[in-house]
């Protein structure tokens, strides 16, 4: 479905702000032409009647995208998973079950931003666990004003997402990006929130084990140059544009405009390019 329908994208119509206009100008289905549509794509695989459901709807993906520009990424990254998601939608919509298809979709629209926002903001790289992204994604809307965290409110935050005061204090110390106080200031409140507690190393740092680590840090570098030797010319651009900068990391678009082909096809070469370096990695 990706390939075939050839969605309009930002890249391809100059700016973002255009994208989004000739998004808003496409025309809404009523219920009935949307049911339709729906009932043509599953009994009889009619692209046309999908391509038409996903750009009735990429307006929703704009305007969920729009929610996640407070984490740093490229706006039209974002609508591009969106849209990503959007398809996966419409390709699960069942419209016997007499729910409208932006219903349905918000939910994989959304799920697919939240995997790429993980996937790519450096500061929840380890955010991978699932009491993790509920902090990562509702932390700060349930944060009462810009103070940090009082014990009861880290208590009860803990509580309505079900997860532990230690991933909440630890997410809201990333959050906040300022120092943290290695040790407690002595009260009996503070004490089991120090970093101390959690970040206490049970091994000796011994020569012998600092010269190991020094190895094995040099064993993985060599191992990643070893692994991006494997792959073609395109490929390792893409990955090292993608991942292995410093600093300002090439978008979806950016990349796809360099080697005239669509995001999406730049998606899956560096999808296939991680898979080989992560088999040669192992």
């Known amino acids: 479905m990706v390939t075939t329908m050839n969605l309009?994208?930002?890249?391809?119509?100059?700016?973002?702000?255009?994208?989004?206009?000739a998004v808003n100008r496409l025309p809404v289905l009523t219920h009935e032409e949307e049911l339709a549509l729906a009932n043509r794509f599953h009994t009889e695989n009619d692209l046309?009647?999908?391509?038409?459901?996903?750009l009735s709807h990429l307006r929703v993906v704009v305007s969920v995208a729009r929610g996640y520009?407070?984490?740093?990424l490229p706006q039209a990254d974002l609508i591009q998973e969106g849209n990503i998601g959007l398809m996966k939608a419409v390709k699960r919509y069942d419209p016997d079950r007499g729910v409208r298809l932006v219903s349905f979709a918000l939910h994989w629209i959304r799920a697919e931003i939240h995997e790429y926002v993980v996937r790519n903001w450096?500061?929840?790289?380890?955010?991978?666990?699932?009491?993790?992204?509920?902090?990562?994604?509702?932390?700060?809307?349930?944060?009462?004003?810009?103070?940090?965290?009082?014990?009861?409110q880290v208590s009860e935050i803990a509580q309505q997402?079900?997860?532990?005061?230690?991933?909440?204090?630890?997410?809201?110390?990333?959050?906040?990006?300022?120092?943290?106080?290695?040790?407690?200031?002595?009260?009996d409140d503070d004490e089991s929130y120090a970093p101390i507690q959690y970040l206490a190393d049970s091994e000796e740092h011994e020569p012998s084990r600092i010269l190991e680590t020094l190895e094995n840090e040099r064993l993985q570098t060599s191992g990643?140059?070893?692994?991006?030797?494997?792959?073609?010319?395109?490929?390792?651009?893409?990955?090292e544009a993608r991942w292995l900068?410093?600093?300002?990391?090439a978008t979806l678009h950016e990349l796809a405009?360099?080697?005239?082909?669509?995001?999406?096809?730049?998606?899956?070469?560096?999808?296939?390019a991680l898979g080989k370096m992560q088999a040669a990695l192992s």
């Open 48 to 54: 046309d009647a999908a391509r038409q459901l996903v």
């Open 224 to 239: 990643l140059a070893s692994a991006l030797a494997s792959l073609d010319e395109r490929s390792r651009r893409i990955v």
């Open 8 to 21: 309009p994208m930002p890249s391809a119509l100059g700016s973002l702000d255009s994208y989004v206009q």
């Open 257 to 272: 405009a360099e080697f005239n082909v669509s995001a999406e096809r730049i998606r899956q070469i560096e999808q296939k």
């Open 161 to 187: 997402l079900n997860v532990s005061e230690r991933d909440v204090v630890e997410m809201e110390a990333r959050f906040a990006g300022h120092d943290v106080a290695l040790e407690s200031s002595g009260s």
């Open 122 to 152: 450096r500061m929840v790289k380890i955010a991978t666990t699932k009491a993790q992204r509920k902090l990562f994604f509702n932390l700060r809307s349930m944060k009462k004003g810009f103070g940090p965290l009082k014990p009861q």
């Open 69 to 72: 520009s407070g984490y740093g």
């Open 245 to 249: 900068r410093e600093d300002n990391a």
